[in-house]
């Protein structure tokens, strides 16, 4: 990529009081504390790992806050999960803490949207700079959450512990693309202008409230393991085998789903009567379906 499209960036202060030491346990990650790229590839793979992408906050109508202290609480202490704002932020702030300079950067989404349509400003991402590369850093896009970081150079097709992916221009913007089934699908498009919480808290709100947001109205879940990925959309599970063939099955009733959240997922779920109201009606409306 020209190195005109990468604005140069001064380290951010590590001001986030993050908690390293809980986080490293709840991911699992016992490895060097220094800003290396092999620092950066771990903290990615086990992340997707071991902090499900999840929405159930929006489901439930509970908020979804956006701070580091509310991220820690609910993703580290309480085993809960989170969408693209909460697991790219709280990443950001153990990559900062860590000696990483880190920039916050957000895309509109192309995965199943039909060509022509212009959807808005939705998901987060990040530009992580280790030495003089520069690296997109990602760990919120649910199904298809890249489990390496992916260079900032365009037409390299570039490998990672799942799907290879690259990076292609369009009309002036990046788009993130990853290969499936031999096909390249386009994820998402975006540019290296720099985005704040503000204006993350902006795009999270209208996924939280818009009556036409699909976190309002269905569920999806996801996390990675070494050999594959699991995806939950409303009552379909899906068993993607890494290289191989995907199974689904339906989930059926509110226990089947609270053992697949779980197990499968390795949620430690709200407690609240809420939770199994929305999973039962999760559960009627595919019935109506059909």
Known sequence: MPSQLIPQ???APATSGIDLDAYFQRIGYTGDRTPTLETLRTLQRLHTESIPFENLNPLLGLPVLLDSESLQQKM????????????????????????????????????NVPEGSVKAISHMLLQVEVGPESYLVDVGFGGLSPTGPVRLELNTVQETPHEPFRLIESNGELEVQAEVRNEWRSLYRFTLREFLLPDYEMFSYYLCSHPNSYFLRSLAVARTTVDRRYGLRDTVLTTHHLGGESEQRELRSVAEFRTALEEIFRLTLPDTPDLDKALQKLIDQTAEEK
């Open 9 to 11: 960036q001064e380290p």
């Open 76 to 111: 580290v202490q309480r085993g809960r999960g989170g969408y693209c704002f909460e697991q790219n932020r709280l990443l950001s702030f153990v990559l900062q803490t860590l000696g990483f300079r880190v920039r916050g950067l957000a895309a509109r989404v192309l995965w």
